[in-house]
């Protein structure tokens, strides 16, 4: 039996990482800007995927269950993306449990819920219930913690993982990439913890990160921000573009309710600043942003909303408690927990002050540190100045939960980010492919009821195209659109020839990522990418072929819908 041979790396936990010889063990010194002597080794693999977020993990699940082997790295030491380290419970549309979908995100879905039926003390009646949603949070037929994600994801990757099929590294971020003409060749990934760093080989890589990372380090075409309507002729586009107006990023965290207990600290660093800031917009803000009024996302007008941390009716105002609530404590035996447990992402929270995308690093985290005082003073104001309906103010017994987000603050691990750079793409969805008006406009009334059909689709998505307020200044933009395909031209850049997207890095714009950025859709592009790069591996053939070659491209569609991939809606 020939024996295997191990290259054994420092973890960024500290501890030691043992690699299959099949993942290469060549090292070498590099020298970092500092100067300072570090260990650098090559690893390779068939693909290798930057961000292990939601795209990311569909794409290896997808790649090894078809028979290839990938390393898939991530910044912080959770997978998921905006399901765990980023703390949003999924955005999701109303067909979700049948249709509209891959397969496999419906499992993903169906294992949370079996994760609770497993392994949570809950109450006959929740437990009997298919469609359990643990909090019973409104936004979403399925509200459940991040770590719940967390060990659901592990659990459908431990296979690949077992096998060797997949390494997965997390707490390495991606630094620089080496490129030929239109092809990667590597890319250098840095241990977060240590001053070591790999070199990265494959045919083919993907970019799942939150910003499109890999797109400026590999010198592939992209865009940001908004294009003007000059460009693009949407409906709803301005008249001059933009590359730095991007939608806001919020901090999210989690909190409970201790009625009877005083919680309070000392106020966050900054909360005189942000309890009386006003939003500078155009269409303006209802007042300031620290209020229970926010601007209507459909009419701008300023709208109500209420806060009730036991639950408690606010009349026709949405309940912020349980709007994003992760655990209903009723759905738990008696005395399992002592209140429920919420997510704020709310309009009170997003951070618009500034852009993060193509800045420095110094930049970002100054952005980043600016929306976590503004996140801590939202919390430090609904303690103590939030209205309540006895006519009091604040809620004493208000508690951070870090245990919920796996950090020490209360505050998830990474920003929820809504817009990342995008490819420039082979094909781009526009307004007039998804929005209900713009479509009608260039369609017709008939042919303007349903989205454009792709000829290339190769998956489905929904949701209605949602722009937070923006760096630049711009309100809400909130408008309906129509259940849409994904077009393989959209996972295709123009120019290069072994990088894919998976996460909002896609062909669209800053109007249509509106409706492409949300959790399944995330996850079904990752799913095509990792099925093409399969195809494409056993085809020999390069991924645009398979656009351009009709029988080519049939067999693809017919291979993905026999894994559970979905490449129309039903009439």
Request: some cysteine.
């Amino acid at each position: 039996m020939k024996r295997k041979t191990f290259l054994t790396l420092v973890s960024s936990a500290g501890g030691a990482v043992l690699l299959p010889s099949c993942y290469g063990r060549e090292t070498s010194g590099t020298k970092p800007a500092a100067g300072k002597k570090t260990r650098s080794s090559r690893l390779s693999a068939d693909i290798i995927i930057a961000g292990g977020g939601l795209g990311g993990c569909a794409a290896a699940i997808a790649a090894c269950r078809n028979g290839l082997k990938v390393i898939m790295t991530e910044e912080t030491d959770w997978i998921g993306g905006q399901v765990s380290q980023q703390g949003v419970p999924p955005d999701e549309h109303q067909w979700i449990e049948t249709h509209g979908a891959p397969a496999s995100y419906r499992e993903f879905r169906n294992r949370v819920r079996s994760y609770y039926k497993r392994n949570y003390p809950l109450t006959l009646d929740a437990f009997g219930r298919e469609y359990l949603n643990p909090g019973d949070g409104s936004v979403s037929r399925l509200c459940h913690e991040p770590r719940v994600a967390v060990a659901v994801l592990t659990e459908m990757l431990a296979p690949y993982i077992s096998a060797g099929r997949l390494l997965l590294l997390t707490e390495y971020k991606v630094k620089a990439a080496d490129v030929d003409g239109d092809r990667v060749k590597s890319v250098e990934v840095l241990d977060l913890n240590n001053d070591s760093s790999l070199i990265l080989t494959a045919p083919w890589f993907v970019d799942a990160t939150e910003c499109g990372d890999l797109l400026p380090l590999t010198g592939t075409e992209y865009v940001s921000g908004t294009e003007s309507k000059k460009e693009t002729a949407e409906l709803h586009a301005p008249e001059t573009g933009n590359p730095q107006n991007n939608q806001a990023f919020t901090l999210c965290f989690a909190m409970d309710y201790q009625p009877g207990v005083n919680n309070i600290a000392d106020p966050p660093e900054e909360y005189g600043f942000w309890k009386n800031y006003i939003p500078q917009m155009k269409p303006p803000w209802s007042g300031r942003l620290l209020d229970l009024k926010y601007s209507n996302p459909r009419t701008l007008e300023p709208k109500e909303l209420g806060f009730h941390p036991e639950g408690k009716s606010t009349g026709e105002a949405l309940n912020l408690w349980t709007y994003r609530r992760i655990i209903n404590r009723n759905n738990f035996l008696p005395g399992i927990y002592d209140g429920d447990i919420s997510i704020v992402n709310w309009p009170q929270n997003d951070y618009f002050p500034g852009n993060i995308i193509d800045v420095s690093e110094k930049e970002f985290r100054r952005h980043l540190e600016a929306a976590r005082q503004l996140s801590l003073s939202l919390f430090y104001w609904l303690q103590t100045e939030a209205p309540r309906p006895d006519g009091g103010q604040g809620w004493p017994g208000l508690r951070l939960r870090g245990d919920i987000t796996g950090t020490a603050d209360g505050m998830a691990k990474y920003p929820y980010i809504r817009e990342s750079r995008r490819i420039r793409a082979v094909f781009t969805v526009l307004e007039e492919h998804v929005g209900a008006e713009n479509r009608k406009l260039v369609a017709g009334e008939e042919e303007g009821k349903r989205s454009a059909r792709f000829f290339d689709s190769v998956g489905t998505g929904y949701y209605h195209i949602d722009l937070h307020p923006s760096s630049a200044g711009d309100n809400y933009i909130d408008f309906s659109s129509l259940p849409f395909q994904i077009p393989l031209g959209a996972l295709l850049p123009q120019r290069m020839n072994n990088l894919f997207p998976a996460n909002k890095n896609i062909g669209t714009t800053h109007i249509t990522n509106g409706c492409y950025r949300l959790h399944p859709v995330e996850w079904s592009i990752g799913e095509a990418v990792g099925c093409l790069l399969a195809f494409c591996n056993s085809k020999k053939v390069n991924a645009k072929a398979v656009r351009e070659r009709k029988e080519l491209l049939e067999e693809f569609q017919t291979w993905i819908r026999k894994q559970g991939l979905e490449t129309d809606w039903p009439a």
